[in-house]
T-cell receptor
Framework: AQTVTQSQPEMSVQEAETVTLSCTYDTSESDYYLFWYKQPPSRQMILVIRQEAYKQQNATENRFSVNFQKAAKSFSLKISDSQLGDAAMYFCAYATRWYNDMRFGAGTRLTVKP | EAGVAQSPRYKIIEKRQSVAFWCNPISGHATLYWYQQILGQGPKLLIQFQNNGVVDDSQLPKDRFSAERLKGVDSTLKIQPAKLEDSAVYLC????????????FGEGSRLTVL
């Protein structure tokens, strides 16, 4: 079974600085998707960034980028120039390409200090 | 474009009572998911529909939980009878189809079982 592990329950970062959130996963599949979702307090979960496993190039979305290490089954999220609005729970997720059975990690709570 | 709609947003019931949650996905989205998110944990998939057929319900406690998606649009998740450990946020999500790899979430329905 696919599992997703986020080993950092909480992280904090100073505004305008950079922070990296870690995620590892376990799968026997060769083709799959990886995601980072953001869940602000009392608000809906939104997609931050997506990586397709067959693509070697790391995905980037503005201030958000990932470091995808397929062999190590590692998928970290880097947030550059952190802003107060980045404070939220961040969930790493995995989905198989064909069945879209998305599995989530336990989450990392990110605090941004002014 | 309207997002995923869920109701009610909050529900408090006593154990052994029943409750139902409703979800209206984004128009045209064939795939619909129900997730259970217990406080401090990542979402756990309960059931996944493709149109009005069940793709995966392996983690649905079928002795007390049921879900349906009549006509392949709206969906209802029912719990009967509720237990204390069912206290959680129930998230509905939809995606265009099984293979797009991007889920859009509703704001969730928070259930408290006393």
């Amino acid at each position: 079974a696919q599992t997703v592990t986020q080993s950092q329950p909480e992280m904090s970062v100073q505004e305008a600085e950079t922070v990296t959130l870690s995620c590892t996963y376990d799968t026997s599949e060769s083709d799959y998707y990886l995601f980072w979702y953001k869940q602000p307090p009392s608000r809906q979960m939104i997609l931050v960034i997506r990586q397709e496993a067959y693509k070697q190039q790391n995905a980037t979305e503005n201030r958000f980028s990932v470091n995808f290490q397929k062999a190590a089954k590692s998928f970290s999220l880097k947030i550059s120039d952190s802003q107060l609005g980045d404070a939220a729970m961040y969930f790493c997720a995995y989905a198989t390409r064909w069945y879209n059975d998305m599995r989530f990690g336990a989450g990392t709570r990110l605090t941004v200090k002014p | 474009e309207a997002g995923v709609a869920q109701s009610p947003r909050y529900k408090i019931i006593e154990k052994r009572q029943s409750v139902a949650f409703w979800c209206n996905p984004i128009s045209g989205h064939a795939t619909l998911y129900w997730y259970q998110q217990i406080l401090g944990q990542g979402p756990k998939l309960l059931i996944q529909f493709q149109n009005n057929g069940v793709v995966d319900d392996s983690q649905l406690p079928k002795d007390r939980f049921s879900a349906e998606r009549l006509k392949g649009v709206d969906s209802t998740l029912k719990i009967q009878p509720a237990k204390l450990e069912d206290s959680a946020v129930y998230l509905c999500a939809s995606s265009l189809d099984l293979r797009t790899g991007e889920l859009f979430f509703g704001e969730g329905s928070r259930l408290t079982v006393l």
